[in-house]
């Protein structure tokens, strides 16, 4: 199952985990053996693939593609 993330402004520094790839960096940034797929907010790259539903919380992704910031919540 895809869920697109919530995508937020720019957490204040020090406040948040922020998952930051480099711009070219191989997606997924996470893999797992789950049926969950976490999508960009904004542009729909495959951030996480194939994780299970609550295994990875409190988290924001900064899309390498688009430049948005993803929450997990």
Same mark, same amino acid.
């Given at each position: 199952?895809? *869920?697109?993330?919530?995508? *937020? ?7 948040? +985990? +922020?998952? =930051?790839?480099?711009?070219? =960096? +191989?997606?997924?940034? !996470? ?8 999508? /960009?907010?904004? /542009?729909?790259? +495959? ?8 295994? $990875?919380?409190? *988290? !924001? $992704?900064? /899309?390498?593609? /688009?430049?948005?910031?993803? =929450? $997990?919540?």
């Amino acid at each position: 199952m895809d *869920i697109k993330l919530k995508v *937020i402004p720019k957490p204040k520094p020090y406040t948040r +985990v +922020v998952l =930051e790839p480099k711009l070219g =960096e +191989v997606l997924p940034v !996470i893999t797992g053996n789950g049926d969950l797929n976490l999508l /960009c907010g904004n /542009c729909s790259a +495959v951030l996480v693939e194939g994780i299970n539903n609550g295994q $990875i919380r409190d *988290i !924001i $992704i900064h /899309c390498p593609i /688009c430049r948005h910031f993803n =929450e $997990i919540p």
